[in-house]
């Protein structure tokens, strides 16, 4: 089991969007629609914001949507704000009752 | 509302075993609408998954980690936990507790939507 692949660094004025990629394999990704996100800041425990590809828990924004093509899923933040500024990180359900998570992407709001 | 709370040793020893407890308040383990992970997060490093598991006792491991890991689950305290063997330094983390959704008709494990503040563990002589 490799880590789902990610850019490990995106950046991005606020206001602007940013997407964040997350690559996987016809063993994960690109069979399953079960990809989900989670925001990250340091000594915080990871928050979803994206479950099933493209769903978003209640009291997440919708400034945050995902979507997924082939093997590659990505995560959208528009209108970025000084507060999104956290480590990204995709997961995806890979068969046999598993899990995968991706190398996770820093995103810095300058 | 549905809490998780790890608890255990922030130190072990290298080549003994780590154990760690998640305790589940507010809501019941027993749901069949849930499983329960682990993952952890090695200094400067992303998240990774270590297992999950489901009421009934079924558990599932990263095939990485298998061959050192028990996890266990007791519905009548509310908890569930983890143990790994021959620890090395390399399992120096942060370890979290979360709480899985489910898909499917016969419910496999999917997003972790709850999750615990998480506890540092050190592997150190």
């Known amino acids: 089991q490799s880590a789902l692949a990610q850019v490990r660094s995106v950046s991005g004025s606020p206001g602007q969007s940013v997407t964040i990629s997350c690559t996987g394999t016809n063993s994960d990704v690109g069979t399953y629609n079960y990809v989900s996100w989670y925001q990250h800041h340091p000594g915080k425990a990871p928050r979803l914001i994206i479950y099933?590809?493209?769903k978003r828990p209640s009291g997440v924004p919708n400034r945050f949507s995902g979507s997924k093509s082939g093997n590659a899923a990505s995560l959208t933040i528009s209108g970025l704000q000084a507060e999104d500024e956290a480590d990204y990180y995709c997961c995806s359900y890979a068969g046999s009752y598993t899990v995968i998570f991706g190398g996770g992407t820093k995103l810095t709001v300058l | 509302q549905l809490q998780l709370q790890e608890s255990g040793p922030g130190l072990v020893k290298p080549s003994e075993t780590l154990s760690l407890t998640c305790t589940v308040s507010g809501g019941s383990i027993s749901s069949r609408s849930n499983y329960w992970g682990w993952i952890r997060q090695p200094p400067g490093k992303g998240l990774e998954w270590i297992g999950t598991i489901y009421y009934s006792g079924s558990a599932y491991y990263n095939p990485s980690l298998k061959s050192r890991l028990t996890m266990s689950v007791d519905t009548s305290k509310n908890y569930f936990s983890l143990k790994v063997n021959s620890v090395t330094a390399a399992d120096t983390a942060v370890y979290y507790c979360?709480?899985?959704?489910?898909?499917?008709?016969?419910?496999?494990?999917?997003?972790?939507?709850?999750w615990g503040r998480g506890t540092e563990v050190t592997v150190s002589s």
């Open positions: 979360a709480r899985q959704t489910v898909f499917g008709v016969i419910t496999l494990p999917n997003a972790f939507d709850i």
């Open positions: 099933d590809v493209d």
